[in-house]
């Protein structure tokens, strides 16, 4: 079984996403099966991508129940309370249905109060268990427990098997690229760094290839992850890598104008997520307003008044972002800036907080989402003075949502009237019951839709997957409603 279920990740990756995915492996009898849970942002997500894909390519099969599994994998999250409860859960559930349990991911990493692994600990009967990023030792525990299946002529090759990529966890037509691994940052609230390590950037001919059989494969829309997409390549000091036979530098302007690049022949979409404001980025929106990448960009300020993003350790804090969030407004006007910010951290004033909610205003975030401070285990804000009482971070969170709200709902006004193109991932009966798709402006799971109504002509068809042109008519709450042209 390979389903993800409200993970809830880092507070840059609000991912509310509920839905059961199956990869449906077309396996023979014989093939010993393997049941997958996958919690998490999609920088977890990918890493079961990896796991699965060896899995497949072993020949073990997925099972869709804990109960017809020879074995549970359970891919974890660690990085707030409610994670940790969750994925601590899903082993005790798994457990119970299975017995026989292998622990991954962020929360394998992490230790208790008694200074021993924490998983461990709280399910001391769990196979084996390991960090994030892990496919190796993953693959080492399956095989000591279910050894490798005989058969080697079994087509266990999943429908959702990308030639030369792998197994992708998503709908055929977006697809994550991650760019990076682990974090050079200490902000101090975060304990990601210490779970999946400093920054290593994938080598760029890598990531290009990768992106190119994405493309090639169907997905028309291609969304750049990492801790930090600003900071590709610093760790390899930038280094000249090649792709197609052509020096191309590690560093994110270069990787991004050649996706941009790679997606015009297939129409594709390039979105960025987790992106700083640092100077350079600014060199990135020319790209946007060309329409070489989409005008969207996930920047994760967490706050805006400096003395609390010194206390968070926050990279570019120094940075004027109003400034050049007004910039990049001027560069390109239809540029959409999605945020997520934490209220009520340690020591946070009402002053403080009311600058925040100012910022909000004039930087007209489109879409914004908001955690009220929750202190995670091990991470260097516990120890900060100042702590908040639980209802007034909550207060604060519902005051921030509410001016977000207003925000956001305002700017989704104006593209009424506007016709737009979209991306449909809904569409039953060939879209003649009408459909839901994603204009630029949203990301999937994380923003908004616009819901397409029925077409009046029987002739207007649509598929899951297809661009389509859309005049918008209306809102509805988070949402636009709109019908095809
Ligand atoms: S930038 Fe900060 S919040 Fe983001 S992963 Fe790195 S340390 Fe954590």
């Known amino acids: 079984m390979t389903f993800r279920r409200d993970p809830i990740a880092s507070p840059e990756t609000i991912l509310p996403m509920s839905e059961q995915v199956s990869n449906a492996a077309a396996a023979g009898a014989a093939a010993p099966r393997i049941g997958f849970v996958s919690l998490g942002c999609p920088k977890a997500l990918t890493d079961s991508e990896l796991i699965l894909t060896q899995l497949s390519a072993e020949g073990y099969a997925t099972s869709k129940t804990f109960q017809g599994a020879d074995l549970v994998i359970v891919n974890t999250c660690g990085f707030i309370d409610d994670a940790v409860k969750e994925s ?69 090759v999943p429908a959702t098997h990308v030639p030369g990529v792998g197994i992708k966890l998503t709908p055929k037509h977006y697809a994550y690229l991650k760019i990076s691994e682990g974090c050079n ?33 169907g997905v028309k829309e291609l969304l750049v992850i990492s801790q930090d997409t600003s900071a590709y390549g610093v760790d390899v000091k930038y280094r000249t890598g090649f792709w197609d036979g052509k020096p191309v530098k590690t560093r994110m302007l270069d990787l991004v104008a050649r996706l941009g690049e790679l997606a015009k022949p297939y129409g594709a979409w390039v979105r960025l997520h987790y992106v700083y404001p640092y100077p350079h980025v600014d060199e990135v929106i020319p790209l946007m307003a060309q329409g070489l990448v989409l005008p969207y960009l996930d920047v994760p300020f967490q706050h805006a008044h400096p003395d609390v993003l010194k206390r968070m350790k926050r990279p570019a804090s120094g940075e004027r972002n109003l400034e050049r969030i007004q910039a990049w407004r001027a560069a390109c006007p239809q540029i959409v800036v999605r945020s997520t910010f ?45 702590a908040l009482p639980d209802a007034l971070r909550e207060e604060r969170r519902a005051r921030f949502m509410a001016v977000a709200e207003a925000v956001s709902t305002a700017k989704l006004a104006q593209r009424v009237g506007a016709t737009m193109q979209v991306l449909v991932d809904s569409a039953p009966a060939l879209g003649r019951k009408g459909g839901v798709a994603r204009t630029y402006a949203d990301a999937p799971e994380i923003d908004g839709t616009v819901k397409i109504l029925p077409p009046t002509k029987a002739s207007k068809t649509m598929k899951v997957g297809d661009f389509a042109r859309v005049r918008i008519i209306g809102t509805a709450g988070h949402d636009l409603v709109g019908e095809l042209v």
Not at 349 to 359: C, I, P, S, V
Not at 362 to 371: K, L, P, S, V
Request: contains cysteine; negative net charge; aromatic residues 6%.
């Open 342 to 386: 934490i209220a009520g951290f340690p020591g946070e004033t009402e002053a403080e907080f009311a600058y925040l909610l100012d910022f909000l205003k004039e930087a007209q975030i489109d879409r914004a989402g908001c955690f009220a401070y929750s202190p995670v285990n091990g991470a260097a804000a516990n120890d900060l003075p100042g």
């Open 88 to 156: 601590l859960d899903t082993i005790g559930e798994a457990l119970a249905k299975n017995g026989k349990v292998i622990v991954t991911g962020c929360l394998g990493a992490r230790s208790g109060a008694d200074g021993g692994n924490l998983v461990q600990g709280v399910h001391p009967s769990v196979l084996a268990v390991t960090g994030p990023h892990a496919t190796q030792e993953v693959m080492d525990a399956v095989h000591a427990h279910v050894p490798k299946p005989h058969d080697p002529f079994v087509d266990l």
């Open 185 to 217: 940052h200490r902000c101090s609230f975060c304990i990601i760094p210490s779970l999946r390590g400093d920054l290593v950037s994938r080598p760029v001919g890598d990531v290009l290839g990768e992106a190119q059989r994405l493309f090639e494969s």
